[in-house]
């Protein structure tokens, strides 16, 4: 079992910083693609950020490219996402997930879901005009 805990989620302006942290334990070395999503209310979940960990391939939504940074460290199991220039629309329930992927279009399986097995709860993040 694998267990994700996230945090750094707060309230900022527009135009402002945050990190966000993903924690992970347990059996982790099952996955190798992660990544990071986020809810608005009303609004179906979306992928922003994903990660092939073993080659530290990152890829983005076109939405947060430039401004959100994926990393990872892999001695304290913790993925990071420094998101930058902070938008109203960035705001959301931020949840990361472990899962696996495969071939070109990993990261395919990742923003679509289907390839991710264990999930966060989340951490909120709202941005104010």
């Known amino acids: 079992q694998v267990e994700l805990v996230e945090s750094g989620g707060g309230s900022v302006q527009a135009g402002g910083s945050l990190r966000l942290s993903c924690v992970a334990s347990?059996?982790?070395?099952?996955?190798?693609?992660m990544g990071w999503f986020r809810q608005a209310g009303g609004k179906e979940r979306e992928g922003v950020a994903a990660?092939?960990?073993?080659?530290?391939?990152?890829h983005y939504a076109d939405s947060v490219k430039g401004r959100f940074t994926l990393s990872q460290d892999n001695v304290k199991n913790t993925y990071y996402l420094e998101m930058n220039s902070l938008k109203p629309e960035d705001t959301g329930l931020y949840s990361c997930?472990?899962?696996?992927?495969?071939?070109?279009?990993?990261?395919?399986?990742?923003?679509?879901?289907?390839?991710?097995?264990?999930w966060g709860k989340g951490t909120l993040v709202t941005i104010s005009s």
């Open positions: 347990g059996n982790v070395y099952s996955s190798n693609v």
């Open positions: 990660i092939f960990t073993g080659g530290y391939i990152t």
């Open positions: 997930a472990l899962g696996r992927g495969y071939g070109a279009d990993w990261w395919k399986s990742v923003f679509g879901g289907h390839g991710m097995g264990y």
